[in-house]
Each structure stands twice: as C-alpha cells, then as structure tokens.
C-alpha cells in the first residue's frame, strides 16, 4: 500500500528540499542540451523524472524536486523542461533510448517502461537458466530501444563450464560484450565499470534469481538498494511502495529499478531483431530472389550457409521466431479488431449452422 506523499504528518522536512544534485549527475549531456535553447533552461528548466507513483512523477533537477501529475507519454527516466506554473505542461525532451512493451491482455496496448537508458546488462546465469534464444531477443529489444546490451552472465563460481557458457553468449552478436563473473563477489563493481562511468543510466534485465538484486546492491555497495535512492519517493524520506526509480549510487551512475524489466514482449523490434541477426540478414543480399523466404527456393544463400555449416540452422530457426513473434505482436489495435471482428464473423456462422440444443 503506498502512502499518499501529500498527506499526513511526521515528514522530516528538514532534509526534504535542496538536493545538492548536478544535471550530468542526473544524466544530463550533449544529447538532451542541444534541445534546449537558453531562454527555455532558464524559464523552464530540465528535470529528470526519477520515480513513478500512481499519483504522478517525482522529478529531480539542480535544485529543484517536484511532482508532476501522472501522464501516459512520460516515463521514468524521461527529462522534462518543468514548467513551474503548470507541471502537467511540461514539455518532454526527445529520448536517448526507450524501453516499452506491450500491455498483456486485449488491448496490448504500447506502454513505456523507461526511458534514456545507456546500457541495459542482460543477465543470466552459467545453469539451466541460460537459454540463447530468450538472450537474442532481449538483446533485439535493446539495440530497438537504442540502449547498449551487455550480457552479463552471473554464478561463474557455481559452474564447471563457464567458459562453454561465454562462448554461447558471444555467438549472439558481435556487436555485444559479454561479461562473466560471481556477483556475490568483489568483482561487479570493477567488471562493470567500463558502462557504470558517471552519469550514465544503466537497468538490469533477467529473470528471476538471475542476481540482478546482487548486482544493483554491489554498483550501490550496500545490502538494500532503496536506502540509497536519489531521495525516497515523496521528497520527505518517507518510503513508499514504488518500484519504479532511479537511483544514484556511489560509483556515479543511475540503476533503474523496475519489475517491469522482467516481461518485455518484443514488438515492433524489426530493426533490433536484424541488429542480433546481422550475420544472417547480410547472407539474405546473396539470395538470388529478392522475396526469397529462405527456405526451398533455388539460390538461397543462407540455406547454402546451413547447408556448408557456416550458418547454425538452430540460429537460423530463431530468428524465424522471433521475427513472427514480433509481426504478431506488432499488429495494430485496428488491426487485431479487424483480425478479431473477422474471427467473430466466422463464430457467428458457425454457431447459426448449429442446431440449438438448448
Ligand atoms: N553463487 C552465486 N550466487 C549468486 C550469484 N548471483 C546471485 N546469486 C544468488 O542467487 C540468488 C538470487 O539472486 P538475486 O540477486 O536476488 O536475483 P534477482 O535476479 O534479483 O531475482 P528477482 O529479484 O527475483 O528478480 C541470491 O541468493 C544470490 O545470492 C553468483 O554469481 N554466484
Ligand atoms: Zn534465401
């Protein structure tokens, strides 16, 4: 149950206002400054929001800490120019990277999860739960949000093999790092420095028990991640449920924390999809038909790669999948309406040709 911020007593306002935070702390730099002329950082100057209620985002700039009212289009991690006197008026600056999903359920409708992410760690384990097929698409998801992807493979101590696992992992894309290591150990701070430099916003995704909690404690250097944040939900150190946050940790990065990282569908992901799969969709331009759907068509060139040994048919059977897995997530709502009112139709024949039996 979260708290209302606005209400209630026993707040401690004394270290409520003035966080001594700079913008390049927050994420700010070149990308975000040149949309922004000098007049508009004065009159309405850039906020970032760190935290998602219910009731709306809790944004943080220099000197400033604010609440602006809960809107679909804005995320956490989104950078605002914050007008004063009307907060919900607050222009949204064009995004670095942006990670959605599509709502489960009817409508699937597009929801965003975070925004202006520099790196997402792809995180899975040297066991059973290592699967190539799950690390290419969170990878095609990553390079479509604009996000770097590192897959980070955890519980190296527990393995006998973890090199047969990093080599797996590196067959995913040439273009991905792969960083292998015992997240309970001394080692994530150092293994991850290289995309954990100040300033930079990085979010863990993996499934559960994976260690993406290790690894947020170890960037934070402490045992509970929520006593680090940027400051806690409403502004007066009173917690809140929220697990959608941006934290600052000691290094000088921002961890995004969120559930939502856990269940991401790829949609509308084509590119990322031939981002993971350059090496496939590059053998395509050799095929003889342009249509050519490789599968029996004369001149293929990648049934000639599979046939040769130089293309792995099982990669090949992956990126079919993921490629529907995508069309058919990425259809319209207009489209799944007609899709759906087509199906309907067919129900409706179907049931009049029956004799009622009731
Ligand atoms: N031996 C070993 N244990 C690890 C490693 N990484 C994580 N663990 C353990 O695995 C368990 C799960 O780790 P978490 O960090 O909670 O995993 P998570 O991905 O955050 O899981 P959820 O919160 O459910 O999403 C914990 O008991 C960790 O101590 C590792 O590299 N080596
Ligand atoms: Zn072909």
């Known amino acids: 149950m979260g708290r209302d911020p606005e209400?209630?007593?026993?707040?401690?306002?004394?270290?409520?206002?003035?966080?001594p935070v700079t913008l390049q702390q927050l994420?700010?730099?070149?990308?975000?400054?040149?949309?922004?002329?000098?007049?508009?950082?004065?009159a309405t100057?850039?906020?970032?929001?760190?935290?998602?209620?219910?009731?709306?985002?809790?944004?943080?700039?220099?000197?400033i800490e604010a609440k602006v009212?809960?809107?679909?289009?804005?995320?956490?991690?989104?950078?605002?120019?914050?007008?004063?006197?009307?907060?919900?008026?607050?222009?949204?600056?064009?995004?670095?990277?942006?990670?959605?999903?599509?709502?489960?359920?009817?409508?699937?409708?597009?929801?965003?999860i975070a925004a202006n992410i520099d790196t997402v760690f792809i995180v899975t384990s040297c066991n059973e739960d290592?699967?190539?097929?799950?690390?290419?698409?969170?990878?095609?998801?990553?390079?479509?949000?604009?996000a770097e992807p590192v897959i980070v493979l955890t519980k190296t101590d527990l393995a006998t093999d973890a090199a047969g696992f990093v080599e797996a992992a590196r067959g995913v894309s040439d273009r991905v790092a792969v960083v292998a290591l015992d997240a309970r150990a001394e080692e994530p701070g150092k293994a991850l420095a290289e995309w954990c430099r100040p300033g930079r916003t990085v979010a863990f995704l993996g499934s559960s028990g994976v260690g993406k909690s290790t690894l947020t404690n170890a960037l934070a250097g402490t045992e509970d991640i929520a006593t680090q944040a940027v400051r806690e939900a409403d502004a007066r150190g009173r917690h809140t449920t929220t697990r959608r946050q941006l934290y600052m940790v000691p290094g000088g990065s921002i961890v995004l924390d969120t559930p939502g990282m856990r269940e991401l569908q790829l949609a509308d992901a084509a590119s990322g999809i031939a981002d993971v799969f350059e090496d496939i969709e590059a053998l395509?331009?050799?095929?003889?038909?342009?249509?050519?759907?490789?599968?029996?068509?004369?001149?293929?060139?990648?049934q000639q790669a599979v046939a040769e040994g130089r293309l792995d048919a099982a990669r090949l059977a992956r990126w079919r999948k993921l490629q529907e897995e995508d069309a058919h997530?990425?259809?319209?709502?207009?489209?799944?309406?007609?899709?759906?009112?087509?199906?309907?139709?067919?129900?409706?024949?179907a049931t009049k040709e029956k004799p009622r039996n009731r």
């Open 284 to 302: 395509t331009t050799g095929c003889r038909f342009r249509d050519c759907a490789h599968d029996t068509e004369p001149g293929c060139a990648v």
């Open 329 to 349: 997530n990425s259809l319209s709502l207009n489209q799944r309406r007609s899709k759906d009112r087509a199906f309907g139709k067919v129900v409706r024949q």
């Open 45 to 63: 100057p850039p906020v970032r929001v760190v935290t998602v209620h219910r009731s709306g985002f809790q944004v943080l700039g220099e000197g």
């Open 7 to 19: 209400g209630g007593p026993g707040g401690h306002d004394d270290d409520a206002k003035a966080i």
């Open 69 to 112: 009212p809960p809107r679909a289009d804005v995320t956490v991690g989104d950078w605002l120019l914050l007008d004063r006197d009307t907060p919900a008026a607050s222009r949204t600056l064009e995004r670095s990277s942006l990670l959605k999903r599509r709502a489960p359920g009817h409508d699937r409708q597009v929801q965003l």
């Open 27 to 42: 994420g700010w730099g070149p990308f975000f400054a040149a949309q922004v002329d000098v007049d508009e950082m004065v």
């Open 130 to 146: 290592f699967n190539i097929a799950r690390l290419e698409r969170y990878v095609a998801l990553t390079f479509e949000s604009g």
